[in-house]
């Protein structure tokens, strides 16, 4: 008798403000027929990811293909959140042709990868392929340059610092478990500075990865999808940097998020310069969410990360749903939040 056919499952990691949601909204846009099960991770209390896709005006972004996690990261709690959520979607009919996860901008993808060895997914289900999604500007202009002399200068200077920057260290995490690796805002980059990255981004690579530019998402199902990879037998052979260092424990406790609620913003560029000024003042890694906008029917999307805001109206507030602006911070550990929180409410 033949083994029934397991399910492929995607896993798209990367940083934070990436591109992560925006190369998963369009592949659900042209998924070429394919049923997928969408499951979206963020690090806070507000779906803001999750709610973008059910927006994205596309039968294939139907809510009950979307499950969000939003308490906590998946990497974390894969025994109480992810197998669960797991079982539900395979007991669906018709099953999923595809299941998409899309983690957390601070999730390592190995405690992820590894969760589809427990017994109730493993006859199931198989990890089609890591896809990790770097933003190229950030990586060109040195935010996650890998430089051990400056490092090792550094921890001369300051008898402090004995361990390496979180924020480089998973980044790497995310790189070297990737099957395929999208440079993403490729537009954004001259040919010469996308060849460097690209170079810098393979130093922490696993040998044989492929890395594929593109730009506002858009990369072809056929490329993201059916890379048979099998990252489930492989995952040990890449490990987390805690993990080579022989430690096992993972936590999130050099990060905070938070939600601050913002009022009605006059326009959409009084509500950026908020955001900019905050970008500047403090150490905030993203800043994501909806605003209402006096005199618009449809809600702000915004979206934040470095020096960079954009923003766009998504969707008309329903009938009913009360207009209030929500943006989740996530931040160094010890920012101010009670003056980041009034500085974005103006």
């Known amino acids: 008798m033949t083994a029934p056919q397991k399910i492929p499952a995607t896993v798209v990691t990367g940083f934070l403000g990436a591109g992560k949601t925006t190369l998963i909204r369009h ?79 601070l999730a390592l993808p190995q405690p992820l990868v590894r969760a589809f060895r427990w017994p109730e997914i493993a006859t199931r289900v198989t990890v089609d392929g890591v896809v990790t999604v770097v933003d190229g500007p950030a990586v060109r202009d040195g935010r996650f340059a890998h430089d051990e002399e400056a490092v090792a200068a550094q921890r001369a200077a300051d008898p402090n610092l004995d361990h390496e920057d979180p924020i480089e260290e998973l980044f790497e995490d995310q790189v070297r478990a990737a099957d395929l690796i999208v440079l993403h805002k490729a537009d954004l980059l001259a040919a010469g500075d996308a060849d460097a990255v690209k170079a810098q981004v393979l130093e922490h690579a696993s040998a044989g990865v492929r890395v594929v530019s593109a730009a506002n998402g858009e990369i072809s199902a056929d490329v993201l999808l059916g890379i048979a990879s099998g990252v489930e037998d492989k995952i040990d052979g890449r490990p987390t940097t805690h993990e080579m260092e022989g430690e096992v424990q993972h936590d999130h406790d050099d990060f905070v998020s938070f939600i601050a609620k913002t009022p009605d913003a006059a326009d959409a560029a009084v509500l950026e310069s908020r955001v900019r000024k905050v970008l500047d003042a403090h150490d905030v890694l993203r800043i994501k969410g909806f605003v209402p906008v006096a005199g618009k029917a449809a809600r702000l999307v915004v979206q934040a990360v470095g020096t960079r805001v954009d923003s766009y109206f998504d969707r008309p507030w329903k009938d009913g749903e009360a207009r209030l602006g929500r943006l989740v911070v996530i931040a160094e550990k010890g920012v101010d939040q009670a003056a980041i929180e009034a500085a974005l409410a103006g």
């Open 27 to 105: 592949l659900l846009q042209n998924a070429g027929g394919r049923k997928i099960a969408l499951i979206v991770n963020e690090f806070g209390d507000v779906g803001i990811d999750g709610d973008v896709l059910k927006a994205c005006g596309s039968e294939a972004c139907r809510e009950e293909d979307i499950v969000e996690l939003a308490n906590g990261c998946i990497c974390c709690t894969v025994a109480d959140d992810f197998v669960p959520t797991m079982e539900k979607i395979l007991a669906r009919s018709p099953q999923p042709d595809h299941i998409v996860i899309e983690t957390s901008g």
